[in-house]
């Protein structure tokens, strides 16, 4: 079955400097894999996503995310935080084998909080 | 640019009542996707169209839950005889035609059923 794990239900960093938020997850086949950020009683926004090719991603507001086959992962990162990125991040994947569903599978969440 | 529209944006009824939903997709998006979130977790898939054809539901979806998106523009989510368990955003999304599309995420709906 697929699935997707954030293991950190929140992560401090102080503004300036490099933060990760973690994903690893579990399909049957190949992956598509994103990530999104969500603000308080706002929908989900993305962020960017890896299909193929270069295993380093760029993506919105300065995020980038590293695909790593063998260890299954996904991680988020930014070079240096500022107190605007503090919200809820969420990772998905899709498993692009089989019969195709386009449905995301999502991770429970990672709070973000910068602090000044 | 428009992005994905959801209307309402809250929605409080009491146990038994029906609700229904409606998503307005980005324009040009073919593809229609709703998802349910409830708190601390992440969005869970329902279903999605692609034009006005429903191509899968989930397993979440019961009986009690239909979608629709006639000419395939809007989509409208109903729920009948709510039920507590319903409480919940429900999300909608929108993407182009293909397998590596993003998908974009409407504000949602809230859903409280007292």
């Known amino acids: 079955a697929q699935s997707v794990a954030q293991p950190e239900d929140q992560v401090n960093v102080a503004e300036g400097n490099p933060l990760t938020v973690k994903c690893t997850y579990s399909?049957?086949?190949?992956?598509?894999l994103f990530w999104y950020v969500q603000y308080p009683n706002r929908g989900l926004q993305f962020l960017l996503k890896y299909i193929t090719g270069d295993n380093l991603v760029k993506g919105s507001y300065g995020f980038e995310a590293e695909f790593n086959k063998s260890q299954t992962s996904f991680h988020l990162k930014k070079p240096s935080a500022l107190v605007s990125d503090s919200a809820l991040y969420f990772c998905a994947v899709r498993d692009i084998s089989g019969d195709s569903s386009y449905k995301l599978i999502f991770g429970s969440g990672t709070r973000l909080l910068v602090r000044p | 640019d428009t992005g994905v529209s959801q209307n309402p944006r809250h929605k409080i009824t009491k146990r038994g009542q029906n609700v229904t939903f409606r998503c307005d997709p980005i324009s040009e998006h073919n593809r229609l996707y709703w998802y349910r979130q409830t708190l601390g977790q992440g969005p869970e898939f329902l279903t999605y169209?692609?034009?006005?054809?429903?191509?899968?539901k989930s397993r979440l979806l019961s009986d009690r839950f239909s979608a629709e998106r006639p000419k395939g523009s809007f989509s409208t989510l109903e729920i009948q005889r709510t039920e507590q368990g319903d409480s919940a955003m429900y999300l909608c999304?929108?993407?182009?035609?293909?397998?590596?599309?993003?998908?974009?995420f409407g504000p949602g709906t809230r859903l409280l059923v007292l």
């Open positions: 999304a929108s993407s182009l035609t293909g397998p590596n599309r993003a998908q974009y």
């Open positions: 169209f692609q034009n006005e054809a429903q191509l899968e």
């Open positions: 399909v049957s086949g190949n992956p598509y």
